[in-house]
Nanobody
Framework: QVQVVESGGGLVQPGGSLRLSCAVS????????LGWYRQAPGKQRELVAT???????DTADSVKGRFTISRDNAKNTVYLQMNSLKPEDTAVYYC?????????WGQGTQVTVSS
C-alpha cells in the first residue's frame, strides 16, 4: 500500500503564495510519477503539475510560470509552490502517486484565494 497525505492549504489573498506538501509512505518503490491535481466546486478534477521518476516535470498552461512542482527524495515528499495566486485557483488540491497501473490519492487540502 501507498499512503499519500497533503498539507499546507489555507486562505490567502490574491497575489499571495502558498506551498503545498505531499508526504508519501508505504511501498514507495517503483513510484513512477507524483502529481498535483485540483477540483473546484462544480468542476471536474484537473491536472496541475506532475514530476516523473527521472525528474522531468509538466505543468498545466493555466498555472505555468506561477506554480512549481518539486520533490525531496530524502523526505519522500513532493511540493507545489504556488505564487501569484488568483481567485480561480481556489479548489481542493490533491496529490497522486502512481505505482504501476495504480494511482494512490490523498484526502486533499483546501486552497482558498480571496480578499
Amino acid at each position: 500500500q501507498v499512503q499519500v497525505v497533503e498539507s499546507g492549504g489555507g486562505l490567502v489573498q490574491p497575489g499571495g503564495s502558498l506551498r503545498l506538501s505531499c508526504a508519501v509512505s508505504g511501498r514507495i518503490s517503483s513510484i513512477s510519477m507524483l502529481g498535483w491535481y485540483r477540483q473546484a466546486p462544480g468542476k471536474q478534477r484537473e491536472l496541475v503539475a506532475t514530476i516523473h521518476s527521472g525528474g522531468s516535470t509538466d505543468t498545466a498552461d493555466s498555472v505555468k510560470g506561477r506554480f512549481t512542482i518539486s520533490r525531496d527524495n530524502a523526505k519522500n515528499t513532493v511540493y507545489l509552490q504556488m505564487n501569484s495566486l488568483k481567485p480561480e485557483d481556489t479548489a481542493v488540491y490533491y496529490c497522486r502517486a502512481t505505482r504501476g497501473a495504480i494511482g494512490h490519492w490523498g484526502q486533499g487540502t483546501q486552497v482558498t484565494v480571496s480578499s
